[in-house]
C-alpha cells in the first residue's frame, strides 16, 4: 500500500471510489462531491498552483484518496480538504489518519494557514478523526463550494 500524487490514469478508479462509497453508504447524492464534474477528472482538477490530490494504491489498484485545494471564494490562506473517500476493504486501517497527515504536510509547504472541510453527519468515523486532528466546528459554511447535503463545517489551523 503506498500514497502518491494522482495520474491521469488513476480518474476511473478513484471516480469509482468516491461514487460508490456514496451509493454503499446511502448519502445524498445532491449537493455533494458524488454530482462534480471534478469527481470525473480528478486528475486535471488538481493541476492549479496550491492544489494536489493523493491516492492509496494498492497493487495497481486506487483503493482511495484525499486532496487539498484553495477554498473558493475565501481567503487565500485557507485551503479546502477534499473529496477523502476510501474503498470498504480501506477502512478502519489507520489509512485516514495517514493520507490526513500527508495532506495537513502539502497544505502547510504550500503556505496555507487554515485547512476547511465539509462533511456529513452520516461519516461518523471521518468525524472522529477530524475532531482528533483537532478541526474545530463551524457555525456556518466557509466559500463557496456547492455541497448543500453537506451540514457540517469546519476548520483547522495548520
Known amino acids: 500500500m503506498r500514497i502518491r500524487e494522482i495520474k491521469i490514469e488513476d480518474n476511473s478508479q478513484i471516480e469509482s471510489v468516491i461514487k460508490s462509497t456514496f451509493k454503499e453508504l446511502g448519502l445524498p447524492l445532491v449537493g455533494t462531491a458524488y454530482e462534480d464534474i471534478e469527481t470525473t477528472r480528478m486528475y486535471e482538477s488538481y493541476q492549479e498552483q ?3 490530490y493523493f491516492v492509496i494504491e494498492e497493487e495497481g489498484l486506487v483503493k482511495g484518496g484525499g486532496g487539498i485545494k484553495s477554498l ?3 481567503d487565500n490562506g485557507v485551503c479546502e480538504l477534499q ?4 474503498s470498504v476493504d480501506l477502512r478502519g486501517k ?4 495517514k493520507l490526513l ?3 495537513l504536510d502539502a497544505a502547510q509547504k504550500m503556505g496555507y494557514t487554515h485547512c476547511y472541510l465539509e462533511t ?3 461519516l461518523k468515523k471521518a468525524l472522529k478523526l ?5 478541526f474545530k466546528n463551524l457555525n456556518t459554511p466557509m466559500g463557496q463550494t ?5 451540514g457540517i463545517w469546519m476548520l483547522k489551523t495548520i
Open 50 to 52: 496550491k492544489s494536489i
Open 72 to 74: 473558493s471564494s475565501a
Open 83 to 86: 473529496k477523502m473517500y476510501f
Open 94 to 97: 489507520g489509512y485516514g489518519q
Open 101 to 103: 497527515s500527508v495532506c
Open 120 to 122: 456529513l453527519s452520516e
Open 130 to 134: 477530524y475532531k482528533y486532528n483537532d
Open 146 to 150: 456547492g455541497h448543500t447535503s453537506c
